[in-house]
């Protein structure tokens, strides 16, 4: 089932947005790898991407975010799941680098979002 253009852009639009939150929280969550309120977002946040990745048949951005959800729901600390961080980091760091934006607090600097002090 192929969705209107309109539609598409909508999901799209979401999915870009969301991608940023998880790429945010992962940032976040380097700093503070116990923040139980960032872990929560970034489940949530991921498992609204695979909705939307499934209407717009992206498996791949579909699988990132399924990893995510299951490597992080019930997770107390990110530390205990540093390989799955890091893949999930690289992940989503190179889809939202492919705009050239970053999450809010975050600057694009040579490929990379990094912290805006």
Do not use: W
């Not at 253009?5 to 976040?28: D, P, T």
């Not at 934006?101 to 990094?114: A, E, I, M, R, S």
């Amino acid at each position: 089932m192929t969705l209107d253009q309109k539609y598409q852009k909508a999901f799209q639009k979401e999915c870009n947005h969301l991608s940023q939150m998880v790429l945010g929280s992962l940032q976040k969550l380097a700093s503070n790898p116990t923040d139980e309120h960032e872990l929560t977002e970034l489940v949530q946040a991921a498992d609204t991407i695979i909705g939307g990745a499934r209407f717009l048949q992206d498996k791949e951005l579909e699988q990132n975010a399924s990893m995510i959800v299951k490597s992080f729901k019930n997770t107390k600390d990110v530390r205990k799941k540093i390989a799955e961080y890091n893949m999930a980091y690289e992940q989503f760091g190179r889809l939202v680098t492919k705009t050239g934006t970053c999450p809010k607090g975050y600057k694009y600097v040579n490929g990379k979002c990094v912290l805006d002090e």
